[in-house]
């Protein structure tokens, strides 16, 4: 770990060093507050400790000014002043933690532990941000996906939240990814969360973390999405099957942009654009009281509908075409050719299971097929899924 440490005081300064020092951590120390920015400009650090007096100075308005270093670092403010109302000023200076000057070593011990699974944690999301520049294209000319395309070329920049509409397997979770990949957002976490996944007595700790011992199971403190997400993009997946106690949370989050862990009184402010996709039709749900109307609304700001393939049968051969060259890029063999009665067959399919069916489909023609795809080869296949009682697919 790389920590800046700004201090005039000199005792702190090696109080932080012998304490970082064993902890085999790489720091760097100021006592000049100009030098400081100067560095901060120049270098990237996992943490800052930041010493400030009792007073708020100058400095912290150009610290909060500072919108690179607010995204990319978080700071431990210090102080001898430790009044509730002074600490609160800090934290909405963006302060990641306080720690009391003097502290006790296991106060210290305890922020170096949540620093540690908040660098972690970032480190896994930008992972996730290199993966982007493999992102799928949306594929298809149809009129509908024009349209969407079209749409999320206007949005994108936006921080409208946008709920996904559509059958499984039609590409909702896709549509949220190049939102974000076009977004000013998009060198940031895009994290998503599968709402139909989670048990309802976890979804609230999985949604806004919690802190260690706040249940009997939380042995460490946990980072929740919402966290993980902070100036990024929130993919709420199937929030039709979230429950109305975890739907009132989220509503208040979105609300006042502030969340709580489980187990913590203290308020951390965020900034995360919400896309949120269901299978379900949400305006029935509703009446049938199992969505919050409110959190529809708030939700709903730009609502995406994509079409499922039966509806968008043009797209069909471009389609198998994608997947025809990436399946072969993925099993590291030459791309196999299909004749044109056999995509003329699959384009008349009825397609239930969407794309993500589609993309089976091809995939398995490329494992029992000769050296090309054919129409036989395409009627064999239905045939034996018939037989085998895996798909109740049929022509149309």
């Known amino acids: 770990m790389h920590i ?7 005792l702190l300064k090696n109080q932080l060093k012998d304490f970082f020092a064993f902890q085999k951590c790489e720091t760097e120390y100021l006592d000049d507050e100009q030098e400081a920015f100067k560095l901060f400009k120049k270098k990237e650090f996992d943490t800052i400790f930041f010493e400030v007096s009792n007073f708020i100075k100058s400095s912290l308005e150009i610290l909060n000014q500072n919108d690179s270093l607010k995204i990319k670092t978080p700071i431990v403010f210090i102080s001898k002043n430790t009044t509730p109302s002074f600490i609160v000023k800090l934290m909405k200076y963006g302060a990641f933690d306080f720690l009391p000057n003097p502290f006790e070593i296991k106060d210290l011990v305890e922020i170096f532990k949540d620093l540690k699974i908040f660098i972690k944690s970032n480190e896994i999301n930008s992972v996730k941000k290199n993966e982007f520049q493999k992102i799928q294209s949306i594929i298809g000319q149809s009129d509908s996906i024009k349209k969407i395309k079209s749409i999320i070329n206007i949005i994108a920049n936006t921080d409208a939240k946008v709920l996904i509409t559509g059958e499984n397997g039609v590409g909702k979770e896709l549509v949220a990814k190049w939102i974000h990949q076009k977004s000013n957002r998009k060198s940031n976490p895009f994290v998503e969360v599968n709402c139909a996944a989670i048990p309802n007595d976890l979804i609230e700790s999985e949604l806004f973390g919690h802190e260690k011992g706040s249940f009997t199971s939380a042995i460490k403190m946990h980072i929740g999405k919402f966290e993980q997400a902070n100036n990024g993009t929130l993919f709420l997946d199937e929030i039709g099957d979230m429950s109305l106690h975890a739907q009132a949370k989220v509503l208040r989050a979105l609300q006042e942009n502030v969340i709580s862990r489980v187990g913590s009184d203290k308020s951390l402010s965020i900034n995360v654009r919400i896309i949120a996709a ?3 039709n949400l305006l029935e749900e509703i009446k049938l009281k199992n969505f919050r109307i409110d959190l529809y609304h708030r939700l709903s700001v730009i609502t995406l509908h994509i079409p499922s393939l039966n509806n968008r049968r043009e797209d069909i051969p471009a389609l198998i075409d994608f ?3 990436k399946i072969a890029e993925e099993y590291g063999e030459p791309k196999k050719n299909i004749d044109e009665d056999a995509i003329n067959k699959l384009i008349h399919f009825n397609w239930t299971g969407n794309i993500r069916e589609l993309r089976n489909v091809v995939e398995r023609l490329i494992i029992l097929s000769g050296d090309r795809i054919t129409l036989d080869d395409v009627v064999n296949f239905v045939l034996i899924n018939q ?7 049929l022509f149309v």
Do not use: A, E, V
Not at 387 to 393: F, P, Q
């Open 323 to 325: 997947f025809l060259i």
């Open 387 to 393: 037989k085998l009682n895996i798909s109740s697919s």
């Open 4 to 10: 800046l440490i700004f201090t005039t005081d000199k």
């Open 278 to 280: 269901t299978n379900k």
